[in-house]
């Protein structure tokens, strides 16, 4: 019997259409390299728990204060990831239940705000994130939501003096800082003390850089005066798929974000997901994760050197973290869903993704956005992450993904993605 075959044993002679699914997808993973900034590989520890029969449970409400009986489990589980998540980041409250990132954020929003209040939050088309206040999203239509960005796209360098004259002129009760299209480390200090001097809220969404973070590779907003901090679980932080609200040390804030999670906005918490956080935190805790967070930026940057060699722009001019935003169109004349299909092609995945201030519409933008998360699981090396980049610019160059589908292959041949971390 094959592995896959041993692992979906049930489900295999069960429901044959969604095995080949799932087989499917696991081909593709296992064959060809994952570059989306925001992707990764969990464990198989992190995997079963998620298999756990701990989704068929309802447990509204928080530990020790539910609505239905036979917690005794479901609170242990919540308890461990809640104690986890506050040492792993330095916080005296954690909310464990939302379910992904997009709810985290609204939940805080809920939690800190009354409709019609005021959020300062960084411009969408230079890095920040739908729910930060996209016009698309409901959120923006009960809350109103003002923007700052970078005063030079070519290094990234923030444009700190607007955002505190933004923050004078508008009295936001919240400011923002995060992101999910930005490849450098913002100024926290001077971010919180902005918000702090206007009486608004610091708040950080780290949903891209939380595994960074807690690997110790880019700074803890809230050794910077951050008040809130709210992530995704399954990006570089390397767990399920889900979302965390952190406090710093507010319990009034903490008890108001509790609210607005449940009742306010969820339902009944997916326990087994969280006891997946569980752990994958218990993971970020061990030595190994600080070395894959420092080798995440290292692979980031020798990816980057290879594009500034090859004279592709950069949006900020290169990388301080897991991500690089490259102006394909206006460097290499190939549009960013092109190049996206392109390499799909020839086994890398990527996303294409709007630059800061593109021409271009944002369904068929100028840039492509990767990273190195995924790829560093794997165990890829800084001679690895060029030699990819030297195969994008391949395939880029040559509108030909064939010229690079065997290399890929055997390159994620010979670094499979591992089932558990030292
Ligand atoms: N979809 C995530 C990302 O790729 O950054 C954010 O929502």
Redesign the pocket.
């Known amino acids: 019997m094959s592995k896959l075959t041993t692992m979906y044993e049930f489900l295999k002679k069960q429901d044959e259409e969604v095995f080949q699914a799932i087989e499917g997808e696991e081909k593709r993973q296992a064959e060809g390299l994952e570059l ?3 992707e990764n590989y969990v464990s198989r520890a992190v995997k079963e728990a998620m298999a756990s029969s701990l989704t068929n449970k309802y447990s509204e409400g928080y530990p020790g204060k539910r609505y239905y009986g036979g917690q005794e489990f479901t609170d242990q589980v919540e308890r461990l990831a809640q104690d986890r998540a506050k040492k792993l980041f330095g916080a005296a409250f954690a909310n464990v239940q939302p379910l992904g ?1 997009a709810n985290a954020n609204i939940g805080a929003y809920f939690g800190l705000l009354e409709p019609g209040d005021t959020v300062l939050g960084m411009d969408l088309s230079h890095g920040g ?2 729910t930060h206040g996209h016009p698309v999203t409901y959120i923006s239509k009960i809350f109103n939501f003002v923007r700052y960005g970078m005063k030079d796209v070519a290094t990234g360098e923030i444009d700190y003096d607007a955002l505190a004259e933004t923050a004078k002129r508008e009295k936001p009760k919240v400011v923002l800082g995060g992101f ?2 930005y490849p450098r480390e913002l100024d926290w200090k001077k971010i919180s003390d902005i918000a702090h001097s206007v009486g608004a809220v610091a708040m950080a969404d780290v ?2 850089i939380a595994g960074l973070i807690a690997g110790g590779s880019q700074k803890n907003p809230f050794d910077y005066g951050f008040d809130v901090m709210t992530t995704t679980t399954h990006k570089t932080l390397r767990g399920p798929r889900g979302g965390m609200i952190l406090v710093r040390d507010s319990e009034e804030i903490a008890k108001k974000i509790d609210k607005a999670i449940f009742p306010g906005l969820q339902g009944g918490p997916h326990m087994h997901q969280i006891a997946a956080k569980a752990v994958a935190f218990g993971e970020a805790f061990r030595p190994s994760f600080k070395d894959y967070a420092k080798q995440v930026v290292e692979n980031a940057a020798a990816m980057a050197e290879v594009f500034q060699e090859h004279g592709v722009r950069m949006i900020t001019g290169g990388t301080s973290n897991h991500l690089i935003l490259a102006d394909v169109f206006g460097s290499l004349g190939i549009p960013g869903g092109e190049a996206e299909k392109l390499l799909d092609e020839a086994g890398i995945t990527l ?1 294409k993704n709007a630059i800061a201030d593109d021409t271009r519409k944002p369904m068929d933008p100028s840039g492509i956005r990767f990273g190195t998360p995924a790829i560093t699981t794997r165990g890829f090396t800084e001679e690895d992450c060029r030699e990819v980049t030297r195969l994008m610019l391949k395939v880029l160059k040559t509108k030909d993904a064939s010229a690079a589908r065997t290399k890929i292959k055997a390159l994620a041949e010979k670094h499979p993605i591992p089932e558990s971390f030292a």
Request: glycine letters at 10%; a neutral charge.
């Open positions: 989306i900034p925001s990132g994130h739908l999910s299209a949903a891209h996303n």
